[in-house]
């Protein structure tokens, strides 16, 4: 039994691993030509550029405001908890089109917040600070449960002893429960960032494709599919594809050899 | 002087202490002995600011400090599993308080150095505490306490997870460390053997109340 078990479980584990590169072989496989010629035409740079710019900025954001809420959920009970956890985990569940039509109209000209802003000369939609915010509010709570179950995980007895030597809750945020979720706060911001890399839906919705401008690299590749230019969607999805596995693996990497460290 | 007036905690229906009150005299060693699971750690823990009381009030010289949050309170605690911070060095850990407190750096490192010397730990002052043994960890733990200059030292078993005869050292060290300071202690176990070797007072809790016990 336990042996047939373990086959089962291997058999179905090889049978994924299988399955996902299977589905993922014909991203990864790109004839150099190709990428050298969606490259060369000189249109695929400034998409990356906007893509890296964008992601970045939505995953610093995330790291600004994500991490005091964070600590909030896991330091802190209060009223209606459940509600404001559900709340913040909804982008997670929602469709992205949901989510851009939302923003779309939260920050359109005649929404309550993008009129404010653009009375002060402040215009969201079709712009790279459009992208960053679809990407941020989409984005964002794949950072807060990182950071979350990383400050869950802190003893409660050490921020007890923080404040025992008379440190206030902010001096012990910074100096005990930051440097304590760094591996939390890492693989919340790589996470974070991956996930803004690859918004699609309500990057689309709030700031559109206008070449050289609001074109991320996903939009691209929908663009170029739709118009038949399969060559260059294919060499605008290897960038996305190799970004991605990079990234994870240099996570692991970075995670594996600070586990070894501490074993030893 | 650290007065607890008919202190009072219930979780739910099932009452963990009832009307404790109890007065330790200034510089005083005092050991409270009870069996597991007797509120001990909880008395604690209400004395320093974790807990609230349900009832009674907590007076330290006489103020009310019953809902004064723990990093304004004169007391500190040595937790049983010493508590120090791992990504911090022993140096670091011993100058956490003085630190939060904003203290200027020369004074930081004078007295860091002198607690260091005291638990006669010099050589690892730079290491972390996971390359240190349980009983160094400990004396770390009771510099670090007496770093944050509290007029009240809490010790919640601190040396139960050590053998004997680390214990015995310990003991020592911290009798030393208790002559020199002078501060206010209240020093939670169940061993008879450290609460003799240790305590100016013992008390013991009982059923939810604490009362006098003599020992010698």
């Given at each position: 039994?336990?042996?047939?078990?373990?086959?089962?479980?291997?058999?179905?584990?090889?049978?994924?691993?299988?399955?996902?590169?299977?589905?993922?072989?014909?991203?990864?496989?790109?004839?150099?030509?190709?990428?050298?010629?969606?490259?060369?035409?000189?249109?695929?740079?400034?998409?990356?550029?906007?893509?890296?710019?964008?992601?970045?900025?939505?995953?610093?954001?995330?790291?600004?405001?994500?991490?005091?809420?964070?600590?909030?959920?896991?330091?802190?009970?209060?009223?209606?908890?459940?509600?404001?956890?559900?709340?913040?985990?909804?982008?997670?569940?929602?469709?992205?089109?949901?989510?851009?039509?939302?923003?779309?109209?939260?920050?359109?000209?005649?929404?309550?917040?993008?009129?404010?802003?653009?009375?002060?000369?402040?215009?969201?939609?079709?712009?790279?600070?459009?992208?960053?915010?679809?990407?941020?509010?989409?984005?964002?709570?794949?950072?807060?449960?990182?950071?979350?179950?990383?400050?869950?995980?802190?003893?409660?007895?050490?921020?007890?002893?923080?404040?025992?030597?008379?440190?206030?809750?902010?001096?012990?945020?910074?100096?005990?429960?930051?440097?304590?979720?760094?591996?939390?706060?890492?693989?919340?911001?790589?996470?974070?960032?991956?996930?803004?890399?690859?918004?699609?839906?309500?990057?689309?919705?709030?700031?559109?494709?206008?070449?050289?401008?609001?074109?991320?690299?996903?939009?691209?590749?929908?663009?170029?599919?739709?118009?038949?230019?399969?060559?260059?969607?294919?060499?605008?999805?290897?960038?996305?594809?190799?970004?991605?596995?990079?990234?994870?693996?240099?996570?692991?990497?970075?995670?594996?050899?600070?586990?070894?460290?501490?074993?030893? | 002087?650290?007065?607890?007036?008919?202190?009072?905690?219930?979780?739910?229906?099932?009452?963990?202490?009832?009307?404790?009150?109890?007065?330790?005299?200034?510089?005083?060693?005092?050991?409270?002995?009870?069996?597991?699971?007797s509120g001990k750690t909880l008395l604690l823990a209400i004395l320093a600011g974790l807990e609230t009381p349900s009832t009674g009030r907590v007076l330290i010289d006489e103020f009310d400090v019953t809902h004064v949050a723990p990093e304004r309170r004169p007391v500190t605690m040595v937790f049983q599993?010493?508590?120090?911070?791992?990504?911090?060095?022993?140096?670091?850990?011993?100058?956490?308080?003085?630190?939060?407190?904003?203290?200027?750096?020369?004074?930081?490192?004078?007295?860091?150095?002198?607690?260091?010397?005291?638990?006669?730990?010099?050589?690892?002052?730079?290491?972390?505490?996971?390359?240190?043994?349980?009983?160094?960890?400990?004396?770390?733990?009771?510099?670090?306490?007496?770093?944050?200059?509290?007029?009240?030292?809490?010790?919640?078993?601190?040396?139960?997870?050590?053998?004997?005869?680390?214990?015995?050292?310990?003991?020592?060290?911290?009798?030393?460390?208790h002559r020199m300071q002078r501060f206010t202690a209240l020093y939670v176990t169940h061993d008879l053997d450290e609460a003799s070797a240790l305590g100016e007072q013992v008390y013991q809790i009982e059923a939810g109340r604490v009362i006098p016990c003599a020992l010698r």
């Amino acid at each position: 039994m336990t042996k047939a078990f373990n086959v089962l479980c291997v058999g179905l584990t090889a049978l994924m691993a299988l399955f996902v590169a299977g589905a993922l072989c014909n991203v990864f496989v790109v004839s150099p030509m190709t990428l050298k010629k969606a490259l060369a035409d000189g249109s695929l740079l400034p998409v990356l550029g906007i893509s890296l710019q964008t992601s970045l900025c939505a995953a610093v954001l995330a790291v600004l405001f994500g991490t005091p809420v964070a600590y909030v959920l896991a330091r802190r009970d209060f009223f209606a908890k459940t509600a404001v956890e559900t709340l913040l985990d909804l982008p997670v569940a929602l469709p992205p089109m949901v989510a851009g039509l939302a923003l779309l109209l939260l920050v359109s000209p005649t929404g309550p917040i993008g009129g404010t802003l653009n009375k002060i000369g402040i215009g969201l939609i079709f712009t790279k600070a459009g992208i960053v915010l679809a990407q941020f509010f989409v984005a964002l709570p794949f950072y807060i449960r990182a950071v979350r179950s990383a400050i869950t995980a802190i003893p409660p007895s050490l921020p007890a002893a923080a404040a025992l030597l008379r440190a206030s809750e902010a001096y012990t945020f910074f100096h005990v429960i930051i440097p304590l979720s760094r591996e939390g706060m890492v693989s919340g911001f790589v996470m974070c960032w991956t996930r803004a890399m690859g918004e699609f839906g309500a990057t689309a919705m709030v700031a559109g494709c206008i070449p050289g401008v609001t074109e991320t690299l996903p939009v691209a590749i929908y663009t170029r599919a739709t118009a038949g230019d399969l060559a260059s969607a294919g060499a605008a999805a290897f960038c996305l594809a190799v970004i991605s596995f990079f990234t994870l693996t240099l996570l692991r990497l970075v995670f594996k050899s600070e586990t070894s460290r501490r074993k030893a | 002087m650290i007065t607890l007036d008919n202190v009072g905690k219930r979780f739910g229906d099932r009452v963990v202490l009832r009307d404790i009150s109890l007065t330790l005299a200034r510089g005083e060693f005092s050991i409270l002995l009870g069996p597991s699971g007797s509120g001990k750690t909880l008395l604690l823990a209400i004395l320093a600011g974790l807990e609230t009381p349900s009832t009674g009030r907590v007076l330290i010289d006489e103020f009310d400090v019953t809902h004064v949050a723990p990093e304004r309170r004169p007391v500190t605690m040595v937790f049983q599993r010493h508590a120090l911070f791992p990504h911090l060095t022993v140096f670091e850990n011993i100058a956490f308080s003085l630190r939060a407190r904003h203290l200027p750096g020369s004074r930081v490192r004078e007295r860091v150095e002198e607690l260091i010397a005291w638990i006669d730990l010099q050589e690892y002052a730079y290491a972390r505490p996971d390359v240190l043994s349980g009983g160094q960890c400990q004396r770390v733990a009771f510099a670090r306490a007496l770093a944050s200059d509290a007029e009240v030292v809490l010790f919640d078993e601190p040396l139960s997870s050590l053998d004997k005869e680390l214990k015995v050292s310990l003991m020592a060290d911290l009798k030393r460390l208790h002559r020199m300071q002078r501060f206010t202690a209240l020093y939670v176990t169940h061993d008879l053997d450290e609460a003799s070797a240790l305590g100016e007072q013992v008390y013991q809790i009982e059923a939810g109340r604490v009362i006098p016990c003599a020992l010698r």
